[in-house]
């Protein structure tokens, strides 16, 4: 019989492993183990792995739009609303197992398109927005190609959870970001808006000091 709160449990469950472990070394046999449930009940709550796959990136995806609005709607300049919105993204993409990501990409093409989705119209649309913002409150730099920065900075927001490039083990999540952020601001920016950018950066460093 149907069973909301094992459906809640189940997808809470399989979360967890597949952010430890990878999508594709866990099982049903797994989640069932884990929540010392058969799969039988699983079966009676999910058709298969990919629909759980699919149900637990499309929660992710309306998570990340939550607090992408939190951060984007909140009065602030333009310079803070787009360093707030890159370190936002880029600490949920650190966060997460690359093994996720490649296994999203390579075996889930319907769950990884929510986030391809996501990506290319929510996370783009808000950048957009900010950076005419930013242009028409003299924040940045009226020559400014609006459609070339939104690009630039989903690129390097991608670019932050590489970890070939960025180890953990040798950069922080706070490194990256600093230096990431110099790249996406002190090139667009007035001098207004350079000013703003120092002294949010000089406050982040103390902040970690």
Same mark, same amino acid.
Request: hydrophobic share 40%.
């Given at each position: #019989?149907?069973?909301?709160? +094992?459906?809640?449990?189940? @997808?809470?469950?399989?979360?967890?492993? !597949?952010?430890?472990?990878? %999508?594709?070394?866990? $099982? #049903?046999?797994?989640?069932?183990?884990?929540?010392?449930? $058969?799969?039988? *009940?699983?079966?009676?709550? !999910?058709?298969?792995? +990919?629909?759980?796959?699919?149900?637990?990136?499309?929660?992710?995806?309306?998570?990340?739009?939550?607090?992408?609005?939190?951060?984007?709607?909140?009065?602030?300049?333009?310079?803070?609303?787009?360093?707030?919105?890159?370190?936002?993204?880029?600490? #949920?993409? &650190?966060?997460?197992?690359? *093994? @996720?990501?490649?296994?999203? =990409?390579?075996?889930?093409?319907?769950?990884?398109?929510? /986030?391809?989705?996501? &990506?290319?119209? !929510?996370?783009?649309?808000?950048?957009?927005?900010?950076? $005419?913002?930013? %242009?028409?409150?003299?924040?940045?730099?009226? *020559? /400014?190609?609006?459609?070339?920065?939104?690009?630039?900075? @989903? =690129?390097?927001?991608? /670019?932050?959870?590489?970890?070939?490039?960025?180890? &953990?083990?040798?950069?922080?999540?706070?490194?990256?970001?600093? +230096?990431?952020?110099?790249?996406?601001?002190?090139? %667009?920016?007035?001098?207004?808006?350079? &000013?703003? $950018?120092?002294? /949010?950066?000089? +406050?982040?460093? =103390?902040?970690?000091?």
């Amino acid at each position: #019989m149907y069973n909301s709160e +094992n459906k809640d449990k189940i @997808l809470s469950c399989a979360e967890n492993l !597949f952010r430890k472990y990878g %999508i594709r070394s866990i $099982s #049903m046999d797994d989640i069932a183990h884990h929540l010392n449930m $058969s799969k039988k *009940t699983i079966y009676e709550s !999910f058709a298969d792995k +990919n629909e759980i796959i699919y149900l637990i990136i499309a929660a992710f995806r309306k998570k990340m739009e939550a607090l992408v609005v939190g951060v984007t709607d909140r009065p602030a300049n333009p310079i803070e609303r787009l360093i707030k919105l890159f370190v936002c993204i880029t600490s #949920m993409i &650190r966060e997460t197992s690359p *093994t @996720l990501i490649y296994d999203l =990409q390579k075996y889930h093409e319907n769950a990884w398109q929510i /986030l391809q989705d996501f &990506r290319d119209d !929510f996370l783009a649309g808000r950048v957009k927005d900010i950076v $005419s913002d930013g %242009i028409r409150k003299h924040y940045l730099n009226p *020559t /400014l190609d609006a459609n070339f920065y939104i690009t630039l900075f @989903l =690129q390097l927001v991608q /670019l932050s959870g590489n970890e070939k490039l960025f180890p &953990r083990a040798k950069y922080s999540e706070h490194t990256v970001a600093i +230096n990431l952020i110099d790249c996406l601001v002190s090139g %667009i920016a007035t001098e207004k808006g350079r &000013r703003i $950018s120092k002294n /949010l950066k000089l +406050n982040t460093v =103390q902040s970690h000091e």
